[in-house]
């Protein structure tokens, strides 16, 4: 099993959607997680840090699941903008610091 | 944000050559920074951990031998391509944390390494 998956789309959908991504991790001990964003050919950036109660940013709500070991990010109000690859992102931190990326799931808003 | 300044972001070789790539964090200091490998339409796969003044940590398939790291300061670490061949040709990314608590990690630009 890989240490973190993701599906790796793409997801089309239409301007103002609502759409959203699940990752799954294999660490139960993992502590920290994150979803990164990336756009073609340039390095990922953050785009939220992922806690335990939850969290949301504008349009950008994140969830954690520690029983069933996965993170989600759900995007509202989809804009062109949105377009990228979003990159799940999970510190193992067994010991070490390791942050291991999921594949990545590429969307794709549409007018 | 932090900002980590990765050089060169271009960098074109000929087989056999060796080529060193630089991180650094500009205005922090980072206990640890990683170096990843990315193919096209490929995701980031992770290549070492670098813990500055201690040796670095390979993943699984990541010859150590051919992916030198040394990360002699808290605030540089560099990646040396040994003996570079076509198929080493990738684009690498650095990051680096702040520290060793649950902080994210910031990205150098890339380097986009091509061997001819």
């Known amino acids: 099993r890989k240490e973190v998956e993701q599906d790796p789309g793409p997801f089309n959908v239409p301007e103002g959607a609502t759409v959203a991504f699940n990752c799954t991790y294999s660490?139960?001990?993992?502590?920290?997680f994150f979803w990164y964003r990336q756009d073609c050919r340039k390095e990922p950036k953050l785009l939220m840090s992922?806690?335990?109660s939850g969290n949301e940013d504008g349009r950008f709500t994140a969830q954690l699941n520690r029983a069933s070991q996965y993170i989600s990010l759900l995007i509202r109000d989809s804009k062109l903008s949105d377009s990228a690859t979003y990159l799940c992102?999970?510190?193992?931190?067994?010991?070490?610091?390791?942050?291991?990326f999921g594949t990545g799931t590429r969307l794709l808003v549409s007018p | 944000g932090a900002v980590v300044s990765q050089h060169p972001s271009r960098v074109i070789c000929k087989s056999g050559t060796s080529v060193k790539i630089e991180c650094r964090s500009l205005?922090?200091?980072?206990?640890?920074m990683f170096w990843y490998r990315q193919f096209p339409k490929k995701s980031l796969m992770l290549m070492a951990t670098?813990?500055?003044?201690?040796?670095?940590?390979?993943e699984q398939g990541v010859e150590k031998d051919k992916f030198l790291i040394n990360h002699a300061s808290l605030t540089l670490s560099t990646l040396t391509v040994t003996s570079a061949h076509p198929e080493d040709s990738s684009f690498y990314i650095c990051?680096?944390?702040?520290?060793?608590?649950?902080?994210?990690?910031?990205f150098g630009q890339g380097t986009r390494l091509t061997v001819v």
């Open positions: 990051s680096a944390k702040i520290s060793t608590g649950n902080t994210e990690a910031f």
């Open positions: 205005d922090f200091q980072a206990t640890t």
């Open positions: 992922v806690y335990s």
């Open positions: 670098s813990n500055e003044g201690s040796k670095a940590t390979y």
């Open positions: 660490n139960s001990a993992s502590q920290s």
């Open positions: 992102v999970v510190n193992m931190n067994t010991g070490f610091q390791k942050l291991v």
